[in-house]
């Protein structure tokens, strides 16, 4: 992973895009740039699927796709289109709960673009280690705690909107529904 910042150059061969920066009376103003290689672009992502790779070889770049509904999913990406629609084989759905985490095998997995909230390449070398605090544990008991966690923060929830309700706020999904 590269540790980019505005002082960085960009790569030898890339072109500058911008426009020369407008002159004032002091002299030319210079604003900020961010490289061109801080950015994931179309060509990065060509890059990950490449056609030319034969099935019976098939590339093993692992990307890490973060869902806006919490979810994380670990698959190969084997295509992708313009609105960034994703579709990764071997996926997994990996479950973090408390200080534990299981993998949820799904196979092949379509994402819609619209939910995709973070896309990053796992370092292979480092794929197996895991951070301090967690530990892997059963599919079963992660999905047990996962349930638990589910239904104390909807108790939660209820009882802080009981009490906004008391305050005269209108909670959201508490209103009557006008026909």
Do not use: C
């Amino acid at each position: 992973m590269e540790h980019l910042t505005l002082q960085d150059t960009p790569p030898p061969g890339a072109q500058n895009a911008h426009p020369p920066p407008p002159q004032t009376p002091l002299g030319p103003q210079q604003l900020p740039q961010l490289p061109p290689q801080m950015f994931t672009t179309a060509a990065q992502l060509l890059d990950l699927t490449d056609s030319e790779v034969p099935l019976s070889n098939p590339r093993t770049e692992k990307l890490l796709v973060s869902l806006r509904d919490g979810r994380k999913l670990i698959g190969v990406l084997r295509s992708w289109d313009q609105f960034a629609n994703l579709l990764l084989q071997d996926t997994i759905e990996r479950i973090y709960v408390q200080t534990f985490y299981a993998d949820n095998p799904q196979g092949v997995y379509v994402v819609r673009g619209e939910n995709v909230l973070l896309l990053g390449e796992i370092d292979l070398d480092k794929e197996d280690d895991i951070p301090a605090p967690y530990q892997k544990a059963p599919l079963e008991q992660v999905l047990a705690l996962q349930k638990k966690e589910k239904e104390e923060r909807k108790r939660s929830d209820k009882a802080r909107q009981r009490k906004l309700m008391e305050l005269g706020f209108e909670v959201e999904n508490m209103g009557e529904a006008l026909l």
